[in-house]
């Protein structure tokens, strides 16, 4: 299936390896390292630690905390390559969103049913130079607990075979808008290794999420 298909049949959930190219690459830098950039460093003092945790191979998903939309150019930036997140559906309705996710290498996903489509492409991003990112959470949480959390992040490390890189976010909760007046901490864990029980890899992202936010845990029942 090639990216006109889906356009012509109005389905984003699957990206061939060729869709990952370096118009996109150039296009998601300019956006994460120039614009968001300047503003992470200017207005919210960005820090990063743990950087030596990153692999040097893609043979991993980026699993953060989600706090605002703030957070996935911010995991761009500071990983510094090509990242690949999963986006709802809906948002591909909306014309304007659609080109700016298509552009930034984003593919859609049905939280209620992962589609055959969404882990083909998952295993075509493995073939590039881009690593794919979802937040565990499904959405945005404000209350300082990491809770609620979908299987489906765990179900793909198991299934690709690969390691999750958790990243602790804090700071993109709140809106700053004046020079320095905002403190954006991202923590890079190290890798949690894929096994055969989701529970356990689901509960390990937990525990180090905790670890790397001061935010609590809530395993779901």
């Known amino acids: 299936m090639s990216e006109k298909t889906n356009k012509n049949n109005g389905n984003h959930d699957y990206r061939e390896p060729k869709f990952y190219n370096i118009w996109r690459r150039i296009f998601l830098f300019l956006v994460t390292h120039v614009f968001y950039m300047i503003r992470f ?3 919210y003092r960005l820090e990063v630690q743990g950087r030596e945790n990153i692999p040097k191979d ?12 703030l957070d996935p150019p911010l995991v761009c930036a500071v990983m510094n390559r090509g990242v690949a997140y999963m ?3 809906e948002l591909f309705d909306n014309i304007f969103l659609r080109w700016w996710l298509n552009w930034l290498g984003a593919f859609a996903v049905d939280r209620e049913h992962v589609s055959v489509s969404t882990m083909k492409t998952v295993k075509a991003i493995k073939k590039t130079n881009w690593v794919l990112g979802i937040f565990p959470q499904g959405t ?7 809770k609620n959390l979908t299987k489906g992040f765990a179900s793909i490390a198991k ?10 976010i804090t700071g993109t909760e709140v809106a700053k808008r004046l020079p320095f007046s905002g403190k954006i901490i991202v923590k890079i864990g190290k ?4 096994s055969d029980n989701l ?4 509960e390990k992202w937990g525990q180090s999420i905790q ?3 001061g935010f609590k845990y809530i395993p779901n029942m």
Not at 58 to 69: E, R
Not at 159 to 168: D, E, V
């Open 41 to 43: 460093k200017l207005v």
């Open 58 to 69: 893609n043979n991993f998903l980026i699993a953060a905390n989600h706090l605002s939309t």
């Open 87 to 89: 986006a709802k559906k």
């Open 140 to 146: 945005r949480q404000l209350d300082g607990e990491i």
């Open 159 to 168: 299934s690709n075979k690969c390691g999750i890189l958790p990243i602790g």
């Open 191 to 194: 890798v949690i290794p894929y």
């Open 199 to 202: 529970d356990e890899m689901i």
């Open 211 to 213: 670890d790397l936010t």
